[in-house]
């Protein structure tokens, strides 16, 4: 069994920054990819950025410059360090693994944690 816990969520004001993180605890041999989508209300989830365990980024053109993902493979774990938030930046934002090989288990899988809310108002 695996588990994704997120953190880091919360209320800020335009422009400010918050650091998103997400731990994969089980018995993890490896992670393939690990990403961050968000979901709007009324909107489709939409990817934010991801990053595979050599290190390749993917950002969506709208959080490019501002928002940076990282990850800990010792650790499981992927952060998303987003700047200058907007507005237009709040949503509930979801930790993804995809790849995601367990000892003992044939097979590759995704996962999805349960999300964490981000409000950018003033």
């Known amino acids: 069994q695996v588990q994704l816990v997120e953190s880091g969520g919360g209320l800020v004001q335009p422009g400010g920054s918050l650091r998103l993180s997400c731990a994969a605890s089980g018995s993890i041999f490896s992670i393939n990819a690990m990403g961050w989508y968000r979901q709007a209300p009324g909107k489709q989830r939409e990817l934010v950025a991801a990053i595979t365990s050599g290190g390749s980024t993917v950002y969506a053109d709208s959080v490019k410059g501002r928002f940076t993902i990282s990850r800990d493979n010792a650790k499981n774990t992927v952060y998303l360090q987003m700047n200058s938030l907007k507005p237009e930046d709040t949503a509930v934002y979801y930790c993804?693994?995809?790849?995601?090989?367990?000892?003992?288990?044939?097979?590759?899988?995704?996962?999805w944690g349960q999300g964490t809310q981000v409000t950018v108002s003033s």
């Open positions: 993804n693994c995809e790849g995601v090989v367990v000892y003992g288990v044939r097979g590759a899988y995704g996962y």
